[in-house]
């Protein structure tokens, strides 16, 4: 079955600079790739997501990347604040049950 | 995004208890709803894909005596964990698909903090 590997696990990052989470995944026929953001006690916010005929979407501070023939997607946000603090999580499906296959999630520390 | 509205948000309860977990779709109807189980500093775990009018799905390991899905209109799905036990201790949460030209879509619920005494 289809596997997401997400890195790094924790990244911490000075004020303004910018983040990349990365997430590779098995299953050739996934074509959906959301992006969560799960602040602590609360329940994830889907933030970008990006499908397989579309190689990079853009929505302010943040964009998402992906490389079907390497099959792997990146979430990068720039001008970082320290409400971007949070776990992400990347996620795929190929749409037969409309499932989501979780990557572990990475802690995204922003350092005043 | 679509809201998706979970309650209730804390519950503390007596081993033996049952405790019953709303989530609704607010302003759109969702044919599928998920529920997902997630243990501290860990991921989402799917423990069932609910459907409107028909049975739950659940996945491997997870018991649907104990944990009873309900998907009786578009707009809510309940979950009951019958008869709850300190391991039945967790944060739980549930999403639903928004339908539509993007079938793939899941917006979540606030989770809900179970905690058995």
């Known amino acids: 079955g289809e596997n997401v590997e997400q890195h790094p696990s924790t990244l911490s990052v000075q004020e303004g600079d910018s983040a990349v989470i990365k997430c590779t995944y098995s299953?050739?026929?996934?074509?959906?790739f959301p992006w969560y953001k799960q602040e602590l006690g609360k329940g994830p916010q889907l933030i970008i997501d990006i499908r397989s005929n579309v190689g990079e979407k853009k929505d302010q501070r943040i964009a998402v990347t992906l490389n079907k023939t390497a099959k792997h997607f990146s979430l990068h946000i720039t001008e970082t604040q320290p409400e971007d603090s949070a776990v992400y999580f990347c996620a795929a499906s190929k749409g037969s049950n409309y499932q989501l296959i979780w990557g572990a999630g990475t802690k995204l520390i922003i350092k005043p | 995004g679509a809201v998706v509205s979970q309650h209730p948000s804390r519950v503390i309860c007596k081993s033996g208890t049952s405790v019953k977990i709303e989530c609704r779709s607010l302003?759109?109807?969702?044919?599928?709803m998920f529920w997902y189980r997630q243990f501290p500093k860990q991921s989402l775990m799917l423990m069932a894909t609910?459907?409107?009018?028909?049975?739950?799905?659940?996945e491997q390991g997870v018991e649907k005596d104990k944990f009873l899905i309900n998907h009786a209109s578009l707009t809510l799905s309940t979950l009951t964990v019958a008869s709850a036990h300190p391991e039945d201790s967790s944060f739980y949460i549930c999403?639903?698909?928004f339908g539509g030209g993007a079938g793939d879509i899941q917006y979540f619920g606030a989770g809900t903090r179970l905690s058995v005494l």
């Open positions: 609910s459907n409107e009018g028909s049975k739950a799905t659940y």
């Open positions: 999403s639903a698909r």
């Open positions: 299953d050739s026929a996934s074509n959906y």
């Open positions: 302003d759109f109807q969702a044919t599928t």
